[in-house]
């Protein structure tokens, strides 16, 4: 009711635009604003009651309009996000059967080498040795056996 916005059971008044007498505008806030913001109920025990002090110049059309801009961007933004997550679980799961198939490639080439080792076996390689160490030996018996011709003939 009217009279009771005006006083509370209390006995402390209320300023005429709902801030208690005690926290009305002192030359610290702007017009308008108060420094609890929101006026709960009092101490004397009104059950309910709220009490909101909003400025002159506040237009609450204007208000819902730049939060229908804000929420109307999140909603691109969120958009955005999940056209990101799709497409990088795409390059994921591309990434994952790439992965998949050159290890695949990775064991043919192991079962080739190993089948190509067993099937040429030992004795190939242990010709090239001994041909190698004929070859390095050859060498060297030329190389000493030039010093002692140069020795007699000298």
């Not at 006995?11 to 604003?33: F, L």
């Not at 004397?44 to 002159?56: D, F």
């Not at 190993?114 to 004795?123: I, W, Y």
């Amino acid at each position: 009711t009217p009279a009771s916005a005006c006083s509370r059971g209390d006995g402390e008044g209320v300023a005429s635009g709902g801030v208690p007498h005690a926290m009305a505008y002192n030359g610290s806030y702007p017009p308008g604003y108060s420094s609890g913001g929101l006026g709960a109920r009092g101490r004397g025990g009104h059950s309910g009651e709220v009490q909101l002090q909003m400025p002159t110049d506040f237009d609450m059309d204007d208000e819902v309009d730049k939060l229908h801009g804000k929420v109307s961007l999140l909603k691109q933004m969120t958009g955005a996000i999940h056209d990101e997550s799709n497409v990088r679980g795409r390059l994921i799961d591309q990434l994952e059967q790439t992965m998949s198939s050159a290890g695949s490639a990775m064991k043919d080439a192991k079962r080739k080498i190993d089948k190509a080792f067993k099937r040429s076996g030992g004795g190939h390689l242990a010709a090239l040795v001994f041909f190698c160490l004929f070859v390095f030996l050859a060498f060297y018996v030329l190389y000493k056996m030039g010093k002692f011709i140069r020795f007699f003939t000298g």
